[in-house]
């Protein structure tokens, strides 16, 4: 066999390595950006995450609206640019419209308590009493600002078996 037929062969596509070479460049799960999808904007972005932040629509209806992912939505209303890598300019937007959101509720809360007094809790039953009571008690525990408690330490649980007295063996004799 000469050089020229060699090549020839190697270079066929009946060669049995270039068929490998073939197999494994096949998109097999389509993942990744198809060609000529462009980045989305900035704009897109954080009307993406402000709107997913203040619960107008859920991930899954932003993803389907601006047809990207599911998982680049949960990312940028996490306010990560992609990959996880945070981006400090979305997560400030994501923060003031979460602000503007909390303002209004915590003022038409405060609306609803002036309007509350102790002459209409009067009229009520005591079984709605106790309801509205409790609707204002998840009220204040939700309006209260969350703590992070952090990393507590370790927990040590020390087991101690119980020893038990010689006097409650049963004592046996062995004779000799």
């Not at 020229?4 to 990744?32: C, M, P, W, Y």
């Not at 601006?66 to 998982?71: D, L, P, Q, Y």
């Amino acid at each position: 066999m000469d050089q020229v037929s060699a090549q020839a062969r190697l270079d066929s596509e009946d060669n049995f390595l270039n068929k490998l070479k073939i197999s494994h460049t096949r998109n097999f799960n389509n993942a990744g950006r198809k060609p000529g999808v462009e980045n989305i904007s900035d704009e897109v972005k954080e009307l993406i995450a402000i709107s997913v932040n203040t619960g107008e629509v859920s991930q899954k209806d932003a993803a389907e609206a601006f047809g990207i992912s599911k998982v680049s939505t949960n990312q940028i209303s996490n306010g990560n640019e992609y990959k996880g890598k945070p981006s400090p300019v979305l997560k400030d937007k994501i923060e003031k419209a979460r602000s503007v959101v909390e303002s209004k509720a915590t003022s038409k809360v405060l609306m609803a308590l002036g309007l509350i007094d102790a002459e209409k809790l009067s009229e009520l039953s005591q079984d709605k009493i106790s309801r509205v009571a409790n609707d204002l008690a998840s009220v204040s525990e939700k309006m209260r600002e969350k703590k992070d408690v952090g990393f507590v330490g370790a927990q040590v649980i020390i087991y101690a078996p119980t020893v038990r007295n010689e006097m409650e063996f049963e004592k046996i004799e062995i004779k000799r």
